[in-house]
């Protein structure tokens, strides 16, 4: 390829292959931003729809009085439909290919593009797992292609995740990253490998998740309210999976799992059993949830509340506790008696509640409550744990009393980071084996999270604030109980945590 790199000012002309969910979004932002988008499909009908999705979101964007009429006309003005690649391609400075993910339908476009683009134009892949050096390694100047990781809704996510092969010199890179940030765009730039930065940490999360639901650790409810009340999070993890699609996520999964290896990776089997009942998610109505039900919630019957409690320790939060609940007229007492409906006991996600259930006496009646602040002042979650040899009422008692003095709560198996513990260390962990693999710094890993998938704050911020060691120790305890080698703090996690460091040093919550 010729020496000289196109300059981001030099992007006047950008061609946009593939007009579907992501395409139209792409070729609706770069007409925004005064550029001349050649919008490509593969026919006339393909291009209507994709044509329709832009106009319908431009419209979107006039009605609530972000647009004006005139500024839309002039958008539309800039992009040039057509179903015909050479000609599309032929005047372009820069190419975003956003087709089907499937690699043989890549490396066919690609081939095509050798022949119709100019020499010097910039190829570049929106794909999201599949590796981009192979896409270039099939072209006739592999040099000049890239990764251009948009997220949906392409107008509205402000992250773009800027990929280099080993073969993308550096001027590329930075063009493509000055013209995200001239998009409006937070751009992070990383090299070539399965997942990039968030889908290698959100979908083993999402796999965790299904894990638990198939394991009984919680309801699938329980599991979302986990993530989006516990940890802030705008959507809970099998929420999460329906709207991306079962079969997507078990596509990437087995990506993920090809490149790294391990256990982290493993599609949980119930994944697999609902792609093959064709269950895949909100598009085809039914996945973790059923969306072909329209306001069928019914009013669950609570169990009667227990006339007493036992709270063996009041202190801390579990003191507050005791005073909502005498307030509530439900007598509090310190040791249960045969009268004792509910035994409350202290949780630790580091610990059974089982030894302190059979210490405090009476085990069939206990539950464990442990409280988690979600931060930035939201108002948290209690965990209720309950031992498998609690009775099966204990969790409705616990339940009932729960509602009865409004506590935000959620019932998890009593295993070594209950519900949410589980899923965000995990995470952690993940996170911090990506920055010591020397593939990300902590800062680009949070804000690729942050504005990726809609974090409150990056997962290494919230590690910080939780404590190395306190990460380490739940760590430890969920490997002992589960015997996953992929629950084992990262060296590196371990090191932070005997030294007392922060990854996002100056960074407060
Ligand atoms: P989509 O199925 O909605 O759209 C793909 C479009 O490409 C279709 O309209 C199809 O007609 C068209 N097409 C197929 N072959 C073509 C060709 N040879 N020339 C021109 N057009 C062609 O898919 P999508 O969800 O928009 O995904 C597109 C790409 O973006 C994939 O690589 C996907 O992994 C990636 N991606 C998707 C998301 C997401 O949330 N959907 C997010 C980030 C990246």
Redesign the pocket.
């Known amino acids: 390829m010729s020496s000289s790199v196109i300059q981001p000012g030099d992007i006047r002309e950008v061609a946009v ?7 139209s979004g792409i070729a609706e932002l770069i007409a925004r931003s005064g550029r001349s988008v050649a919008a ?3 026919n006339q009908s ?1 291009l209507d ?2 044509m329709a999705r832009l106009r319908a979101s431009l419209d979107r964007a006039v009605s609530r009085g972000r647009l004006t009429d005139t500024a839309r006309e002039e958008i539309l003005a800039r992009i040039r439909p057509t179903d015909d ?1 050479a000609a599309g391609v032929a005047g372009a400075d820069l190419v975003i290919e ?4 499937r690699i043989e ?1 890549k490396n066919t ?1 690609f081939a095509q593009l050798d022949e119709a683009c100019r020499a010097d134009a910039i190829l570049a ?5 599949l590796s981009i050096t192979e896409i270039a390694g099939g072209t006739r100047y592999p040099a000049r292609v890239a990764g251009l ?4 809704p392409a107008p509205v996510m402000k992250l773009v995740e800027v990929i280099s092969t080993v073969l993308t010199p550096p001027e590329i890179a930075e063009t493509l990253a000055v013209l995200s940030r001239d998009l409006g765009k937070t751009p992070v730039r990383v090299s070539d490998r399965a997942g990039f930065i968030v889908n290698a940490l959100l979908f083993p999360y999402l796999n965790h998740a299904i894990r638990l639901l198939e394991t009984a650790q919680a309801t699938r409810e329980d599991i979302d309210k986990a993530a989006t009340a516990g940890l802030g999070l705008p959507m809970g993890p099998l929420t999460l999976l329906d709207l ?1 699609g079962l079969d997507t996520s078990l596509a990437i999964l087995e990506t993920l799992q090809a490149e790294f290896g391990g256990t982290r990776y493993v599609h949980a089997p119930l994944l697999r059993k609902l792609c093959d009942a064709r269950l895949f998610g909100r598009k085809s109505g039914r996945g973790f949830y059923d969306y072909r039900k329209q306001g069928t919630a019914t009013d669950h019957q609570l169990a009667p509340v227990p006339a007493e409690v036992a709270i063996s320790e009041q202190a801390g939060r579990l003191d507050e506790l005791a005073s909502q609940i005498t307030a509530a007229g439900i007598s509090v007492v310190p040791q249960p008696s045969n009268e004792t409906g509910l035994v409350i006991v202290a949780a630790d996600p580091r610990h059974r509640v089982l030894d302190a259930a059979l210490a405090a006496g009476h085990p069939a009646d206990v539950v464990g409550v442990h409280f988690v602040e979600a931060g930035n002042g939201k108002p948290g979650l209690a965990e209720l744990v309950l031992p498998d040899v609690t009775a099966a009422s204990t969790a409705a008692k616990a339940a009932a009393l729960a509602a009865r003095i409004g506590l935000n709560a959620v019932i998890s198996r009593d295993r070594p980071g209950f519900i949410i513990e589980a899923l965000a260390y995990a995470q952690f962990n993940d996170a911090v084996r990506m920055f010591q693999d020397g593939y990300a710094s902590p800062a680009d890993i949070d804000t690729a999270m942050m504005l990726g998938c809609g974090y409150p704050r990056g997962p290494l911020q919230m590690l910080d604030e939780i404590g190395a060691a306190n990460v380490v120790s739940v760590l430890d305890a969920m490997h002992a109980a589960t015997g996953q080698p992929e629950f084992t703090p990262v060296p590196l996690l371990a090191e932070y945590a005997t030294a007392g460091k922060r990854f996002r040093a100056g960074v407060e919550g």
């Not at 292959?17 to 395409?23: F, S, T, V």
């Not at 892949?125 to 797992?129: A, D, E, F, G």
Request: glycine fraction near 14%.
């Open positions: 292959i593939g007009l579907g969910l992501m395409g490509i499909e593969v393909f729809q994709g690649v956003a087709i089907p993910e339908l476009l892949t929106n794909t999201s797992s990781h948009f997220f949906n991306i």
